[in-house]
């Protein structure tokens, strides 16, 4: 056989090859395709004679698609204006052989309309084929060519239907290439088709064809699997999906050219399904069908009672991942919202508790609701604005709720959240109307329990509502320049100071995010008296009352809402104030430890012997040069003194009980001190050594007179207020001594009730230890909120178990449960505590009950998500998974939502613990569990084991991978590693740990629920996906257990093996192409 120059050449590692000839230098033969095709065509051989003889000649072990053997193929037999049926033939014997992969004949089908075809150059080819064209040069429209078009899809419909690869991973990118290719191609056709009914008019052939090119691109796209794989060379290859949606804009404008108005919508729907398949993974299943959704109801509920302080976004985001997690939809999910916030002001205890729970829905909750419309909305659905209007009308069908929040807050409480939402743009004018007017008619009916008595208490969402302002006004006065009259701030502070101005200003701070400014001005104020210069006794005691009010307000304000909205971030350059400095070593807590012996307690003693001494009569304190800041240090020293006389018998109970009353009468801020460090005394000492420290902190406690100190106090402060109203000019001498002791008396009246309720909370734990009583119940007076709310003497696992049954049989969480859940967490630990609870999920054997307990426990967790997540999957998941005395309490449903639970932590974990420090009801707990990991996971490289090789190579060596030949994919890589995530942090730590734990029970021979729980994880993280993210927590799966998963039916699905990868890497798309196509 004569071999003829190659058409063209190209260097393959084997050999040279080329298009016409191969050359393989060891025992190959040079082979010319084009002339091996020709003479099997001259001598007609048959399809099976042609590949009888073609293999013979060529070596075995070697793969036809090196030498675009089905490009050749088809070149040849689509030279003319119809195709060659015995050429043809030949083709379709190498695809159902499978002598030619079905990517390379999808590749040479979309190079057709490419050719250029010079046919006097192949005429001495083919002698007697279409003689008179030997003189003529044909360069030809390969859609022009009907009939050869008709055989390219008649061949497209061999295999198309069943597209597969088992080859490597080069492979089937190959076929993710190629079927992107046929698209463009097919795209093309039916444009073509569309321009020649505008040139030619209508043409029922034309049609025909058209309609043809339709069906295959439709029925091609129309598969899951193949549209999985042309989204995956869309990423592969940007440049080509270009092509794509330009040739979709092509086909777009001239459908107006095709009559037939059937085939036109055909079309249409076949363009939207190409458009579609960017869009895979943001397509989601059906929502579910109750209108109920617990875990949004608990966390309005969580952060409401325990995190006023906290900033908005987060929530805003947290609440968004809820949304998504459980596919809520807008309307139910801002009715739940609500829901939850009116069922807050219901059962809120009176005080300060109802002001926040006040200031939280009629303040933050609105100003939500407006990031939420600002919140890129994955669903695309109807404008947010018309979710909280299709809200509110749900929320006017609850009629009873409604109705027990304005008998509880003395207010139309919907009317006016209508009117803040109003304002914000949320509801528009028309929609606040309507809905006003539909509950003033609800109303009428409404039972009225407004009596005489309470006609004239003014309704707190009014008061908070209008305290807002007030506090940006307090801020603007407090900063003002006050160094040469300072009375002037004691006329505001006296207005904080009166009823519950002081609380309502701080709700209304807290809520709007202004609490730690106003703190600052409290701190700026108590740090003003140190400054001391050549003053008489009237500016030393307006020097001492503002010490003493701001120190009350700060104490105030640490016990509220905590200690972080008062301390400041570290400076070495600036002094720290003092209050910070007693805050932090001398004030009790929640969860804090303080040391007694530290040395802020021991002043010198000569000033200790002062005080004493002075604490020893009732003479009246000199105040004029005293140094307030060094009083509250040297308060504790002097009470220790006290204490050991009493005990070693030098002073009796009445001489103690002098020295306590002499404490309460001077200043408050002094018996705070004193009882604050009897509080950490007191926790050191032993149960048979509390009684004579707890008998002083008694005594202090105790007001001076008792049930009738208001009483007292308002007397006296009456008959002032009637003597300073004879006196017209205030600015006489007698005046402003008369206003002076007017403020004074008011003072001093709330500033006692102030200073009691400070020093019970301060107290009440450690009472709480012993059950002793603190003191008897004064009538009028409010019991602190949520406190001793454990039942004494029942141990504490008896007391989760039975509030959980409570909550579950509710259906919802409380406040007060919430509360109890929190001093739970406390008491028992983060493991204890979700330990506990998975048993209680576990113990559910009905779908329905198991969903309910996810749904509570999830927001239960967010009590410390953080904590109990770590806790979840790195301590109790993988005890129940290599166990397999545990495998049967896997088995479903309570496995599956155990899944459930585990993913919808750590999404939650995972998409917040990078965005700011742990919350004030967080940092209440000890941390230092966190290191518990560094020991479990050591990051050592001596560590034979493969977890720990796979967490210390990417703190210390950068990985880059843009080929899969750049490093061996090892049973460990997962796409974490190619993004070089800091694996020193403990939750990718332990979610790293958790995939190689799921990996390995994959690739283990015995399967079981533990099989079955890996399973509906992954399921579920599927579902929680949101468009355009690959996953988060999914990035730590290796890459070799994506074949494991495919081998499990409910995951061997094309969207799945999409959603499970990381397609933004090449290997990530190496690894879903080789899946998908395996399918």
């Known amino acids: ?61 070697a793969t036809w698609d090196y030498l675009n053997f089905a490009e050749a193929l088809m070149e040849q037999a689509m030279i003319g204006p119809s195709p060659n049926p015995l050429i043809l033939s030949y083709l379709k014997y190498a695809i159902s052989s499978q002598m030619v992969s079905y990517s390379s004949v999808l590749t040479a089908i979309s190079k057709v309309n490419g050719w250029l075809i010079n046919v006097t150059a192949a005429s001495h080819l083919l002698e007697d084929f279409h003689s008179f064209l030997n003189q003529h040069v044909f360069q030809f429209d390969g859609f022009s060519r009907e009939l050869c078009v008709k055989s390219l899809l008649e061949i497209m419909d061999m295999f198309c239907h069943r597209l597969n690869c088992h080859g490597k991973a080069e492979e089937c990118i190959g076929l993710c290439r190629a079927l992107l290719g046929v698209v463009v191609w097919l795209l093309q056709g039916c444009a073509f088709y569309c321009d020649q009914l505008r040139e030619l008019g209508p043409s029922a052939s034309t049609e025909a064809i058209l309609r043809a090119c339709q069906e295959r691109l439709h029925g091609l796209i129309s598969s899951t699997k193949n549209k999985a794989l042309v989204h995956i060379a869309r990423l592969e290859d940007p440049g080509s999906w270009g092509n794509v949606e330009e040739t979709m804009i092509a086909v777009t404008d001239g459908l107006c050219n095709v009559p037939n108005e059937t085939l036109r919508t055909s079309i249409e729907e076949t363009l939207a399904l190409v458009k579609s398949i960017p869009l895979m993974l943001s397509a989601q299943s059906e929502p579910p069908a109750h209108a109920s959704f617990p875990s949004v109801h608990a966390f309005i509920m969580l952060e409401g009672t325990m995190n006023l302080t906290g900033e908005t976004q987060p929530l805003v985001e947290q609440l968004m991942m809820i949304k998504r997690m459980q596919r809520i939809p807008g309307p139910l999910f801002v009715l739940e ?118 006609a004239n208490i003014q309704p707190n969402p009014g ?125 009790p807590e929640e969860g804090k430890t303080l040391n007694p012996d530290h040395p802020c307690f021991r002043p010198e003693p000569g000033k200790v012997e002062s005080l004493v001494t002075l604490l020893n009569n009732s003479s009246e304190m000199k105040l004029v040069q005293v140094k307030w800041h060094e009083i509250c240090l040297s308060t504790p020293a002097a009470i220790l003194e006290v204490l050991n006389a009493w005990e070693n018998g030098v002073l009796s109970v009445e001489a103690v009980q002098k020295i306590t009353d002499n404490i309460k009468g001077k200043v408050c801020s002094m018996a705070i001190c004193a009882v604050a460090w009897l509080v950490a005394h007191v926790r050191m000492l032993g149960r048979d050594e509390r009684e004579k420290p707890q008998t002083m902190i008694r005594q202090l406690v105790t007001p001076l007179y008792a049930e009738n100190t208001m009483q007292f106090y308002n007397e006296r402060y009456k008959n002032t207020r009637r003597v300073s109203s004879h006196y017209c000019y205030p600015q006489s001498s007698v005046g402003r001594r008369l206003s002076l002791a007017f403020f004074v008396l008011s003072h001093t009246a709330f500033s006692v009730v102030i200073m009691s309720s400070i020093m019970e909370h301060m107290c009440a734990d450690v009472f709480q230890q012993t059950g002793a009583m603190l003191r008897s119940p004064i009538e009028g007076q409010e019991p602190i909120a949520y406190r001793n709310l454990l039942p004494p003497k029942e141990p504490i696992h008896h007391s989760l178990s039975k509030q959980f049954q409570v909550v579950l049989r509710k259906g919802w969480v409380d406040s007060r449960a919430l509360h109890l859940f929190e001093s739970l967490l406390n008491m028992g630990g983060v493991f204890w505590f ?95 569990d966190i290191e518990d990991y560094n020991s479990l996971f050591p990051l050592d490289d001596t560590q034979p084991s493969k977890l720990m090789r796979l967490l210390s190579s990417n703190e210390d060596e950068p990985v880059a991978l843009s080929s899969p030949g750049d490093r061996s994919m090892s049973s460990s890589l997962s796409p974490s590693q190619l993004h070089t995530v800091n694996m020193r942090d403990p939750l990718n730590r332990v979610l790293a740990n958790l995939f190689l734990l799921f990996s390995s029970i994959l690739g283990s021979k015995m399967a079981g629920p533990h099989t079955q729980f890996v399973q509906s994880f992954l399921e579920e993280c599927v579902e929680c996906l949101e468009q355009g993210s690959r996953g988060s927590i999914l990035q730590f799966m290796p890459f070799t257990m994506v074949s494991e998963l495919v081998k499990l039916p409910a995951l061997a699905k094309p969207r799945v093996v999409l959603a499970i990868t990381d397609l933004n890497l090449p290997l990530g798309r190496r690894v879903a192409a080789k899946a998908i196509s395996a399918l």
């Not at 099997?40 to 293999?55: H, L, T």
């Not at 659905?381 to 069908?397: H, M, P």
């Not at 904590?867 to 309490?889: E, F, V, Y």
């Open 463 to 587: 008061l908070i509502l209008r305290a807002e302002p007030t506090v940006t006004n307090i801020l603007k006065t407090v900063d003002a320049d006050h160094s040469k009259s300072p009375e002037g701030l004691l006329g505001v502070l006296g207005h904080m100071l009166s009823g519950k101005s002081l609380d309502l200003l701080l709700a209304a701070a807290a809520a709007t995010g202004k609490l730690k400014s106003f703190a600052r001005k409290f701190i700026k104020l108590n740090e003003f008296p140190k400054h001391i210069s050549g003053e008489g006794s009237k500016s030393a005691s307006v020097r001492a009352q503002l010490f003493d009010i701001s120190f009350l307000m700060l104490c105030h304000v640490v016990q509220t809402y905590g200690s972080e909205v008062i301390l400041s971030d570290p400076s070495p350059s600036v002094e720290t104030p003092f209050f910070e400095t007693w805050l932090q070593t001398c004030m």
């Open 1 to 61: 056989m004569q071999v003829s120059p190659p058409d063209c050449v190209q260097v393959h590692r084997c050999g040279i090859v080329g298009m016409g000839c191969v050359f393989i230098p060891t025992r190959m033969k040079v082979v010319n395709l084009k002339q091996a095709i020709l003479q099997a065509w001259k001598e007609r051989w048959s399809d099976y004679q042609w590949a009888v003889n073609i293999k013979r000649n060529f070596p075995k072990g």
């Open 337 to 454: 919202i609500w829901k939850a916030c009116f069922t807050g002001l219901i059962e809120s205890p009176e005080g300060t508790e109802e002001l926040k729970w006040t200031a939280f829905t009629f303040l933050k909750i609105p100003q939500v609701l407006l990031r939420l419309k600002k919140y890129p909305q994955g669903d695309k659905g109807q404008d947010f604005t018309e979710d909280v209007n299709i809200a509110f009308q749900y929320l006017l069908k609850l009629t009873p709720l409604l109705d027990k929040a304005d008998q509880r807050c003395n207010c139309d409480c919907l009317g006016m959240l209508l009117q803040e939402c109003n304002k914000l743009g949320l509801l528009s004018d028309s929609n606040t109307e309507a809905l006003t007017s539909k509950r003033n008619e609800d109303r009428e009916f409404a039972p009225r329990l407004k009596t005489a008595e309470n």
């Open 834 to 928: 979700t330990n506990n609870l998975i048993k209680e999920l576990l113990k559910e054997t009905r779908q329905e009950w198991a969903t309910r307990v996810v749904e509570l426990l999830y927001s239960i967790f967010c009590l410390d998500m953080q904590q109990i997540t770590l806790t979840l999957l790195g301590t109790i998941l993988p005890n129940l998974l290599t166990d397999s005395a545990h495998w049967h309490n896997l088995a479903d449903p309570p496995g599956k939502a155990l899944a459930k639970l585990s993913v919808w932590c750590a999404l939650s974990s995972y998409s917040s613990h990078h965005k700011g420090p742990f919350s004030a009801r967080q940092r209440k707990r000890q941390r230092e």
